[in-house]
């Protein structure tokens, strides 16, 4: 069976599995590593450089074809002929078992195990020949999180600290979730408290935002944010935030980095309503260093909208709108400004706003609604305030179906039916003027 799992031998497997030292305790023990991989691109043939040549082809060959069990047979031979053929060899090698590990994964082998157990002896024999690095730190830690989380997480864990620690731009989205995975796994098992799940949270906002901001993977990092706000539940609640962050801030009064930084995470989880955001919002809109930035003062604006000071609301936004460079904020800041409109029951307001929407749909939508709500207002009698309607549909049908079917019978059962309109004397399907908006509409009828 062990030929089926790996191409090695039984006998020699068996011996290698009962001597293997895995990686992870290695890790543990190993205090002084090189950090950045050596590199070597020049092949080393080895003693038996007829082996190492013929066996270097078939398991490329193999794994070109993905041919994961061949490809692990010709592997170890060529490991064991030219142990220094590449740095790329191990790269390889441990590429084909973590494909071999993740199908026998899947198919919920017993033996799970000892493809693991591979995997990490690869990683042992990489370190042995060519030392300790970053990359093999990133690549080990996150192939633990992968295949036995919950009983190496506190390795993992370590590991990816180290790396952050000395160089946090070596972490790709990917290893930015897996690390913060197995923050949960240390949080969930009481080995960090929620001080420490939420710097490690801020730490890999951080770098997700800086990826973001350099136009890298942007989709990518964006999704890994989701994944990390969705995360943060258990230490969340406003009064956890504030009473964790109230305290860093006291200690350090003249950080306008933290300060900005506690100000947008309490913004992003709505929690809006102490003294003690109010007190960073002024902070932060009153810094005379570092002018607030677009996001501040969306943030800030936010917070007036959900207290209900849309005069406030309504400045900020439009101070946002002056300086942002980000057509995703100030898409924000005409949705929202739109919104104090219609509750202001400044319909035209709204409906002017409408056209600095960037999707079409969207804002055919809002001028709908806008249309639609100012019906009362705008119509004398019965005829007017239908043709609003109408007007209000006129915009429906072209929001690509984004005015729910509820609400549009809801403004088709407004309109008049074809019996009045013999009364007022007008034609169904004849042009209209509706005055209030200026526009000419056909009449339609409720049935």
């Keep these: 069976m062990l030929n089926t799992i790996d191409g090695l031998e039984k006998e020699n ?11 992870i305790s290695l890790f543990v023990l190993s205090i002084v590593s090189a950090q950045d991989c050596v ?31 061949d490809a692990s047979s010709s592997w170890w031979k060529a490991q064991e002929s030219c142990p220094k053929y590449k740095t790329n060899l191990y790269k390889n090698g441990t590429y084909i078992y973590r494909k071999i590990t993740s199908e026998r994964a899947k198919a919920k082998d017993p033996n799970i195990g000892l493809y ?15 030392g300790n690095c970053n990359e093999i730190k990133l690549k080990s830690a996150g192939d633990i999180m992968k295949f036995v989380p919950k009983s190496k997480y506190e390795t993992a864990y370590g590991l990816f600290q180290e790396v ?9 989205y990917g290893d930015i979730k897996l690390f913060f995975y197995s923050a949960i796994y240390m949080f969930n098992n009481k080995k960090i ?9 801020e730490q890999m906002s951080d770098l997700c935002d800086k990826n973001i901001k350099s136009g890298i993977k942007v989709d990518k990092f964006k999704a890994v944010i989701s994944f990390l706000d969705q995360s943060i539940a258990p230490c969340a609640s406003c009064d956890k935030l504030e009473e964790i962050y109230s305290k860093k801030v006291a200690a350090n009064p003249d950080d306008m980095n933290l300060t900005r930084k506690v100000f947008g995470m309490l913004s992003a989880k709505k929690c809006t309503d102490s003294d003690f955001y109010l007190a960073l919002l002024e902070k932060v809109l009153n810094d005379p260093d570092n002018p607030p930035t677009d996001k501040d003062l969306i943030n800030a604006a936010l917070a007036d909208h959900k207290r209900g000071d849309y005069a406030k609301a309504k400045e900020r936004f439009n ?16 949705t929202m400004l739109y919104d104090i409109a219609l509750k202001r029951k400044n319909y035209k307001e709204a409906f002017r706003l409408t056209s600095s929407m960037t999707d079409n749909c969207i804002a055919n939508e809002r001028k709908a609604r806008a249309v639609a709500t100012s019906a009362s207002d705008c119509g004398t009698s019965a005829l007017e305030r239908s043709l609003v309607y109408c007007l209000a549909l006129d915009y429906a049908d072209k929001a690509c179906g984004k005015v729910g079917s509820a609400t549009v019978n809801a403004w088709k059962g407004s309109l008049l039916p074809k019996k009045d309109l013999i009364m007022l004397d007008v034609v169904n399907g004849s042009e209209h003027t509706v005055k209030c908006w200026n526009s000419t509409v056909k009449l339609r009828t409720r049935d």
Excluded at 13 to 23: A, E, G, S
Excluded at 193 to 201: M, S
């Design 116 to 130: 693991v157990d591979t995997l990490f002896k690869i990683y042992d024999l990489w370190i042995s020949n060519y």
């Design 319 to 334: 101070r946002a709108l002056e300086i942002s460079q980000d057509e995703e904020n100030k898409q924000k800041c005409y």
């Design 193 to 201: 408290d929620c001080d420490a799940f939420l710097t490690d949270f």
């Design 39 to 69: 590199i070597q691109k020049e092949p080393n043939w080895g003693s038996d450089s007829a082996s190492c040549r013929t066996n270097v082809s078939l398991y490329t060959e193999f794994l070109k074809q993905k041919n994961w069990t």
């Design 164 to 172: 952050y620690a000395n160089n946090s731009g070596a972490l790709s």
């Design 13 to 23: 497997m068996i011996n290698k599995m009962k001597n293997i030292v895995l990686l």
